[in-house]
């Protein structure tokens, strides 16, 4: 299947060629014709299955057939209006859907604007003065302009709510309800989320009319092209496994999670003590901070960032090969997503964890929602679980598969700095502790 199969416009085919695509992912087959059909739409899917094409292909196209048919019957407008709203949790991920608008609306004359909190309201307001026909907004700025009546929402025929899930983990539920009451009723609704918990599910009743519903990768098979590998670690001694992880050249680059900021930072000046240039970012970065620290990650000035999981939520780098959860996330959905930056639309990716005694737990959950057992790496002997912390009898996880590599590259290759291979199981068991 190609994307001329979907009745693509000519400006559109162009961008995507001129963009490299030439094959429309799962969701991007099911959704485009269906958001061609103006139907209401419930997609479940998360970043990285390429849901922003998904929803922002159509639309434009949409939006395109509309300008022209106006312009047969009707005097041009004086001024533009707001068309098309999507409404997305964080910065990163607004900038990367306007960057996605931009690519792919590029031969069509369509304004955009993407606005977030956390920075001047100044240049965004002359945007919206000047006119915008699509914006992307978080919702707290948006509710913001609206306040100040700066932006209206009355002329919005196409509204796009993307990662609902993380909206609601974020505690924006109540600004995106505020904002949906000012939603014209006429108009047509996109609705996204990797996960469906109730909350969700009863929002996208309210929202949607006779919805299509697309499902695709949902989280327990999108991890499957991922390369997963835990180390049984000792709290106090994954950094120095960390380090030696990063002794592989093979790695260009790594995403590393930690559930803190404090940790974010702490482990960032760690790692660059030990020479390994990192950055950090979390929410107490300033958005310049966060901005550039991302920059110098996909440029490859920095090796490694350490990253919170809400500053790190729609990270988009290509070609990322390797995550590492240096703290297991007490949420297993957040592990998806996390592990989610690497092996996107396609390509292969290595997620490595480190998994210390207190989150014994999490690591049972996670295995529990992705249906499968993630292989343990044998920790280096120098760096094994110390006996004195096991908190009960050693046990083997019945079914636990064992990899006798450490560490592998893409290219699997072996490491060789984890000769040295512990001859036993792994020597563990949960405690009850809780983060
Ligand atoms: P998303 O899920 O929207 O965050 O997209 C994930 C990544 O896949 C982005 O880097 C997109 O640029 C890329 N992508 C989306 N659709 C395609 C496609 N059909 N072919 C190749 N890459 C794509």
Known sequence: MSFKNLQLIEPILRALSKEGYDTPTPIQ?????????????????????????????PVLQLMYAKLLAERDSKPPHPSRRIQTLILTPTRELAIQIGESIASYGFYLPFRHKV?????????????????????????????????????????IKFFILDEADRMLDMGFVHDVKR??????????????????????????AVLLTNPAKVEVTPPSSTVDIIQQSVYFIDKQRKQDLLKKILQDDAIKSLLV?????????????????AGIRTEAIHGNKSQNARQNALQNFKTRTTRVLVATDIAARGIDI?????????????????????????????????????CDHSEREFLNDIQKLIKKKIPVSQTPVDMEISE???????????????????????????SGSFNRRRQ????????????
């Open 115 to 155: 606005i977030f909190g956390g920075v001047s309201q100044h240049n965004q307001v002359q945007a919206i003065r000047n006119g915008v026909d699509i914006l992307v907004a978080t919702p707290g700025r948006l509710l913001d302009l609206m306040q100040q009546r700066i932006i209206s929402l009355a002329d």
């Open 318 to 354: 290509d070609e990322l090969s390797h995550v590492l959860n240096y703290e297991l996330p007490n949420v297993p959905e957040t592990y998806v997503h996390r592990i989610g930056r690497t092996g996107r639309a396609g390509a292969s990716g290595i997620a490595i964890s480190f």
């Open 29 to 57: 087959q099911q959704a485009i014709p269906l958001v061609l059909q103006q139907r209401d739409l419930l997609g479940c899917a998360q970043t990285g299955t390429g849901k922003t094409a998904a929803f922002t292909i």
């Open 424 to 435: 036993t199981g792994m020597h563990f068991n949960s405690g009850n502790r809780q983060r």
């Open 388 to 414: 004195v912390n096991t908190l009960s009898k050693p046990v083997l996880v019945k079914g636990q598969p064992s990899i006798k590599r450490n560490f592998q590259t893409a290219g699997n290759r072996p």
């Open 257 to 273: 999670f930690t559930q803190m900021k404090h940790a974010a930072d702490k482990l960032a000046k760690i790692l660059n003590a």
């Open 179 to 204: 904002i949906i009451s000012h939603l014209p009723a006429k108009r047509q609704t996109l609705f996204f989320s990797a996960t469906m918990p109730t909350e969700i599910k009863q929002l996208a």
